[in-house]
């Protein structure tokens, strides 16, 4: 069984900053990509960032030169660096894993629990 955990989400000004972190537990021997989606009231949730474990990565245009992501393989830990928020990015911001390897083998569709990002104006 994997367990995604977030961190690190609140409440902050318009141009504040905030870092999110999101670790996975359980028998993972690798996972091949981690990331960010977030999902507003009345809309669906989006992709954000994500960063394969080849440090190959993937931006929504809305958040590029904003937010970055990065990871820490050995510690399954993936990390949002967000700068610059603006109120519409506040939303429930949801870490995922994808391809992850266990001692059972692959599996993909793992989400954390979410976490809350208000930007207020």
């Known amino acids: 069984q994997v367990q995604l955990v977030e961190s690190g989400g609140g409440l902050v000004q318009a141009g504040g900053s905030l870092r999110l972190s999101c670790t996975a537990s359980?028998?993972?021997?690798?996972?091949?990509?981690m990331g960010w989606y977030r999902q507003a009231p009345g809309k669906q949730r989006e992709l954000v960032a994500t960063?394969?474990?080849?440090?190959?990565?993937n931006y929504a245009d809305s958040v590029k030169g904003r937010f970055t992501i990065s990871r820490e393989n050995a510690k399954n830990t993936v990390y949002l660096q967000m700068n610059s928020l603006k109120p519409e990015d506040t939303a429930v911001y949801y870490c995922?894993?994808?391809?992850?390897?266990?001692?059972?083998?692959?599996?993909?569709?793992?989400w954390g629990q979410g976490t809350q990002v208000t930007g207020s104006s």
């Open positions: 359980g028998s993972i021997r690798s996972i091949n990509v």
């Open positions: 995922n894993a994808d391809r992850v390897l266990t001692t059972r083998g692959y599996s993909s569709g793992y």
């Open positions: 960063m394969s474990s080849g440090a190959y990565t």
